[in-house]
């Protein structure tokens, strides 16, 4: 079947330090690899993503880095700060159908960041 | 507003009653997807409509629950004789086409209660 799973539930850092956050994915037919922040009683948004045949991905303060032979996903965030607490989603895209591309949600991670 | 709004925020039914959440996407974007989180997890897809088409409904748990988009635009989605478990948040998102980024909405709060 399709999943997304997730090493750590919940990580704790401290404002300034970087963050790592960790997914394993099972679907090797995924094209893109997203990842989605959900702030408490907000929609999930969007960070940033990769493309399957890619490596690794830089943003503003965030870098993802795919896997394929491991089927891992990391997202790493600079300097942490306290806005960047949130739930973290791994996401895949696959197209399901035509000109139809659904996206897989993790479980997500807690990440708290501490002033 | 810029943003994908969805209403009601908050929504709370009797079992067995019939409820509507309707979902405002950003103009403009053809694609628009409904999602239901329950609490601790998250979202799973229900249904996707590319324009007034709906070209995916393989996450409907049921055959209560029921989406429409008759314009292209606003979309609602239904659920009829509602039962404790369809207790959840219910995103929308839309999108432009295929792209990854997908903006979500607060979505709605449903308690059956």
């Known amino acids: 079947g399709e999943s997304v799973g997730l090493h750590l539930p919940t990580l704790s850092v401290q404002e300034g330090d970087n963050s790592i956050i960790n997914c394993a994915y099972s679907?090797?037919?995924?094209?893109?690899f997203i990842w989605y922040k959900q702030e408490s009683g907000k929609g999930p948004q969007f960070i940033i993503d990769i493309r399957s045949n890619m490596d690794k991905r830089q943003g503003q303060r965030v870098t993802v880095l795919l896997n394929k032979t491991v089927k891992h996903l990391s997202l790493q965030i600079a300097a942490t700060q306290p806005g960047d607490s949130a739930v973290y989603f791994c996401v895949t895209r696959r197209r399901s159908g035509g000109s139809n591309y659904k996206l897989t949600f993790g479980k997500g991670t807690l990440l708290t960041v501490n002033p | 507003g810029a943003g994908v709004s969805q209403s009601p925020r908050y929504k709370v039914a009797k079992r067995g009653q019939d409820v509507a959440l309707r979902c405002d996407p950003i103009s403009g974007h053809v694609s628009l997807f409904w999602y239901q989180q329950a609490l601790g997890q998250g979202p799973e897809f229900l249904t996707y409509?590319?324009?007034?088409?709906?070209?995916?409904k393989s996450g409907l748990p049921s055959d209560r629950f029921f989406a429409e988009r008759p314009e292209g635009s606003v979309s609602t989605l239904k659920i009829q004789r509602t039962q404790q478990e369809d207790s959840a948040v219910y995103l929308c998102?839309?999108?432009?086409?295929?792209?990854?980024?997908?903006?979500f909405g607060q979505g709605t709060r449903l308690t059956v209660v």
């Open positions: 679907n090797s037919a995924s094209d893109y």
């Open positions: 409509f590319q324009n007034e088409a709906q070209l995916d």
């Open positions: 998102a839309s999108s432009l086409g295929r792209n990854t980024e997908a903006f």
